[in-house]
Every structure is written in structure tokens, then in C-alpha cells.
């Protein structure tokens, strides 16, 4: 449903916000995908299934993360998020206060 729902009338929207728009709500069916498989795959009893089911959850997280590749290329703002927060060690709130500078 999401993507189907744009809280501004199209018409007043320019061809990049709904691209992002597109993205984003792709981005939110590929994790919710991740989160429906992972579900699954845990409460079946069949091993062939659960292994079917977590090999589909898998699949989702990389297009989850292609999707979020394309986000970043576009939006300078969550490209300097991701570049201060991704593939830290340490406590996140952290890294926030030394990016922040407090």
C-alpha cells in the first residue's frame, strides 16, 4: 500500500521525488519481506522449506541493500549519514556525539 500512497497530489511532485519516492517504498517491501521470510522460515517444522524460505530472505536483503545504494547515490545528506554511521565499531550513540561534536 505504500507505494501507492503519496501524501502530496502527484501533479505538484517533481520527477526526482518520486523516484526517491519509489525507492524508498521499494526499500520498505524489501525489508518487510525480510522480516515475513525470516518469520516463516523460523516457525516452519519442514527443513527443505525453512531452507527454501531463508534463501528467499537473503535474496530480499540484497535487493534491500541495492535499493539503498541507488538512495544514497542520489541524496547527499543520507550518503554523509551513511558514510559517518556504516561499518563503525563502538557504540553508535557514540559516534553520533563526535559527529555532532557535542
Given at each position: 500500500?505504500?507505494?501507492e500512497v503519496?501524501?502530496?497530489p502527484r501533479e505538484k511532485l517533481s520527477k526526482k521525488t518520486l523516484l526517491l519516492h519509489y525507492a524508498?517504498?521499494?526499500l520498505?517491501?524489501?525489508l518487510e519481506a525480510v522480516d515475513w521470510?525470516?518469520?516463516r522460515a523460523e516457525a516452519t517444522k519442514d527443513p527443505e522449506l525453512a531452507?527454501?524460505?531463508v534463501h528467499n530472505r537473503d535474496e530480499e536483503k540484497e535487493h534491500a541493500v541495492m535499493a539503498i545504494e541507488w538512495l544514497r547515490r542520489r541524496d547527499p545528506v543520507l550518503d554523509g549519514h551513511m558514510r559517518t554511521y556504516l561499518f563503525t565499531?563502538?557504540?553508535i550513540t557514540e559516534i553520533e556525539h563526535a559527529?555532532?561534536?557535542d
Open positions: 500500500m505504500s507505494s503519496l501524501h502530496t524508498i517504498t521499494s520498505m517491501e524489501e521470510y525470516r518469520q531452507a527454501i524460505l565499531d563502538g557504540s559527529a555532532e561534536g
